[in-house]
């Protein structure tokens, strides 16, 4: 018999009619199919292999017995074994553990985006914030200097004179701080 060792992972629990088939041809087989078939004990129908079905009904087309396949299956139940798993390979086990723990990483990454956006933005305001008190603090010193300056002058002329003479105060006054005023924007333009 030319197909009788195929392999095919299908187990069938017999029908009785099957059963009254299968010990009626019992005595026709051969010997390896006999010592295969004293494993199963027919009477309590176990699930027998698909591939001794099939060797039956050919046996029993090679005896003038027209039976078809889908008349033998009548009533039996039929039962897939389960496939061996082989054992994953450690190199990709360690790799899709890799992978699982990056995609983990960047769905982390983009669930606190937002989060991590308000940290940058309260960094950012903390240094636009000491930007402008620099700022601040460089156009109050031009003042400052300039309105000291201002004073100064128009003090030391009036102390150094007898008489007030307003008019050369004012101008001494603004001359020292029109000055100093150069001097500071240049200074300020240069650190720019």
């Known amino acids: 018999m030319n197909g009788y060792k195929e392999d095919i992972n299908l187990l069938i629990k017999p029908s009785k009619k099957l059963v009254e088939k299968m010990t009626i041809l019992q005595d026709l087989c051969t010997l390896e199919v006999k010592n295969e078939m004293s494993c199963y004990k027919l009477k309590e129908r176990p699930p027998i292999p698909f591939r001794l079905i099939k060797y039956f009904l050919q046996l029993s087309s090679e005896h003038d017995d027209k039976t078809y396949l889908h008349e033998m299956m009548e009533g039996c139940e039929v039962f897939l074994r389960s496939p061996e798993i082989p054992p994953r390979n450690p190199e990709l086990e360690a790799r899709i553990q890799h992978l699982l723990a990056e995609q983990a990483e960047n769905e982390y990454r983009q669930m606190t ?44 002329v009036e102390y150094s004179l007898e008489l007030p003479a307003v008019p050369l105060q004012v101008l001494v006054g603004t001359t020292m701080a029109s000055v100093v005023a150069l001097a500071e924007i240049y200074f300020l333009l240069k650190s720019l």
Do not use: D, H, P, W
């Open 113 to 156: 985006y937002n989060v991590r956006q308000e940290e940058k933005t309260t960094m950012k305001l903390c240094s636009e914030a000491k930007v402008v008190r620099a700022e601040v603090m460089g156009v109050l010193n031009f003042i400052l200097s300039v309105a000291g300056t201002f004073v100064f002058g128009y003090k030391a």
